[in-house]
Structures are given as C-alpha cells and as structure tokens.
C-alpha cells in the first residue's frame, strides 16, 4: 500500500511540473451562453436574421453574425450582439470578432475519465459546450493572439513559460507552442498517465525534454489544426 502511494505522490510531482495551460494562455475564459439558442444561433444566416427579428421587433444587423465553434467539428453562426447575448465573455472574443486569429479550447475537469477530455482548436467565439464531454465541464477558450489599438498583435503568451521553453528548444513562436501544448493534450500516453489529474482541474503540460522532442511533436500537430480547420 505504502508503495502505491509513493508511486502516486511521485506521479503527482511530475505533473505538477509542468505548466498549466491557463497559465500559459493568460487571458482566457469561458465560451459564450446565449441563453437563446433557438434565436441567436444557426446554421443559416437568413434564418438567424429572421429569428432575430421576430423575437426581439427589431431590425437585426449582418453585421452582427459571426462564426462559432458550437460542438466539436460543429460549426454555426450566432447573432453575436452583446446586449442580446446573456454572457457573451467580451474580454476573450472580441480577439475572434471579425480578427483571424487562432485558439485552444479545453477544459477544467471533466468529471470523467481524463483520456476522455478532447482539447480543440479553433478561430472562432466558442460556445461553453464546445469540447466533449460538453455535458460533465464548461469549455474555455484562450486567444493565442490578443488585437490592442489598431489591431496589433501581440501574443497572449505568459513570458516566463515562454522564455523557459525557448531556453529548452531555441526561438519558438506563439503557433509552435499552440501545436506543441495541442499535441501533447492529444498524446495517448499522457493522457493515460495522468487521466486521473486531468479530471479535476485544468490540464498541465510538460516542458519538452529537447528540441527533437519539440520538433517532433509540433509538425504533426501543425498538419492536424490544419486539417481541422479547413
């Protein structure tokens, strides 16, 4: 018993090394309730408008639609005005509002068995029940890329992890540790040796060992976001 229990406090200690993924991503949140799924979300722009307009008696803006990742592979559009959207988490997707940009999403928990909780990625406003199991956890979301005054772009990467990766693996961009943590999340390995952490709080990513390692992981993860997201 005595052994079980060291081997499991030394799994714990290698896990918590690693980095959190909300740590890594600062700003991030929570996707989007409506609260009016029925009226503000659809497959078909002309039916959105007109659901709009009927419910609310007023004359709906197309400049309002957006894209929104609704359930995994499960795209949508939504009437994205955030005096009609109950909790519309402006901080995080005004970054996708009309921006091309790129994100992960992924969870706090699940509940259930942790290489069960499948991380996406996405460009576009999330609904908090993209990511399966949307039934047992709230899904965030996390920009990789934050648009300041005249649509600058600037990383949302906390620097000290980041610093801390290119002093492993050389000068690395906000893509490479998007494909890297992705890949990762997606190992059958990791998520298996630590499914029992990753249903009780955000998911942790180790440091890469090297650069191949680094390498190694991050092409293959940049071909299937590629995929994914055509």
């Not at 005005?81 to 997707?93: A, G, I, N, Q």
Request: proline letters at 6%; charged letters at 30%; aromatic letters at 14%.
């Amino acid at each position: 018993v005595y052994s079980t229990y060291r081997d499991a406090e030394a799994q714990k200690a290698e896990y918590q090394k690693g980095f959190s993924v909300a740590e890594i991503f600062p700003i991030n949140s929570v996707g989007i309730v409506t609260a009016k799924d029925a009226i503000l979300i659809n497959y078909n722009k002309k039916e959105l408008l007109k659901n709009v307009a009927d419910f609310y008696s007023i004359q709906p803006e197309e400049s309002y639609i957006q894209k929104i990742s609704y359930r995994p592979f499960d795209d949508k559009f939504v009437y994205f005005d955030t005096k009609l959207v109950e909790r519309s988490r402006e901080k995080v997707m005004q970054h996708f509002v009309d921006k091309e940009n790129i994100g992960l999403s992924f969870q706090r928990g699940s509940g259930c068995d942790g290489d069960k909780v499948t991380p996406q990625i996405t460009t576009k406003i999330i609904d908090q029940g993209y990511c399966y199991p949307a039934t047992t956890a709230l899904s965030y979301c996390a920009p990789v890329y934050l648009f300041a005054h005249q649509n600058e772009k600037i990383p949302n990467l906390e620097k000290e992890i980041w610093n801390k990766i290119d002093e492993i693996v050389g000068e690395t961009t906000p893509e490479n540790i998007l494909d890297y943590i992705y890949a990762v999340l997606h190992s059958p390995n990791y998520r298996e040796r630590y499914k029992e952490f990753l249903k009780i709080d955000f998911p942790r990513v180790p440091y890469p060992e090297n650069k191949d390692n680094f390498k190694k992981l991050v092409k293959p993860a940049k071909n299937q976001n590629a995929q994914g997201e055509n």
